[in-house]
């Protein structure tokens, strides 16, 4: 596991809230599959289980292929969004049943790790970073068409892209990163990744931080590129809906915006009624599908912190489905 090049983060902690040993020949999935690193965990604690994994990054995929042909067919992957999980969860189920007769109602446990992986930004072709230079990309799925990074930066105006440095990065320089950008791309346009570090960090003032001055606004046109924290208000309830009864649904983030979308949905799915609070009636009629495992978010220890520095602002948040 440690010969992987991405470290599966809070690794224990997910066995234990999805019980996997509890469940030895479970049904499995993994939305974020990545390098395969927790998907592999899962199989190796759960003997005779079966599990699918997803992503959008084709990178991932062969490498997660790589990691889980041990398994066989224990181990499926699919080139797809955790998105679609509706679509793909069901079939998947019923394609692995072993009779007719061999309904499964849903998964035992389903993981989202919401992190963009080691992999991932030490690849200067995938511009996700600007430690060493590359081109103005960001897409999880380069071949999947969507808009890229340097399109953001190369057409919107200073309005649009001070607006998703602020609300994406909580970038409080948004403005001032805006108009460098601007002035920076009249003469030609902004096409690598160092070169984008460069103008951020020109249109800084005042004193230096710990982080670099680019490191949020890198942050924010990751998350706008890849529509991240519209996919996990979307994804949550659908992967609810894939969930057997007793089945948990696991979600690892590590910014606050997404947490706070798990947080929320993860109270709301779990409230018989949403009414306002002076309503003597109830009229919503919501009926609350999960239970929290998990009051507040599980974090990574400090040894877990020193053998992995990107795990330090993981929070695992857990649910499980009700009748």
Known sequence: MNELPHIPVLLDAVLDTLRVTDHPAGRYVDGTVGAGGHAAAILQAAPEARLLGLDRDPAALALAAEQLAPFGDRATLRHASYEQISAVVPAWLAFISDTASDTVSGADGILLDLGISSMQVDDPARGFAFRHDGPL???????????????????????????????????????????????????????????????????????????????????????????ELGAVERVLPRAIDCLKVGGRLAVISFHSLEDRIVKQTFKHEATDCICPPPQPVCTCDHVARVRLVTRKPIQPDAPEIDANPRSRSAKLRVVERIE
Do not use: C
């Open 137 to 227: 990309d960001m897409r999880f799925d380069p071949a999947g068409g969507g808009i890229s990074a340097a399109e953001i930066v190369n057409t919107w105006d200073d309005a649009a892209l001070a607006d998703i440095l602020y609300t994406y990065g909580e970038e409080r320089h948004s403005r001032r990163i805006a108009r460098a950008i601007l002035a920076a791309r009249a003469p030609q346009p902004i096409e690598s990744t160092r070169q984008l570090a460069e103008i951020v960090a020109s249109a800084y003032k005042g004193p230096r931080e710990k982080i670099h001055p680019a490191t949020r606004t890198f942050q924010a046109l990751r998350i706008a590129v890849n529509d």
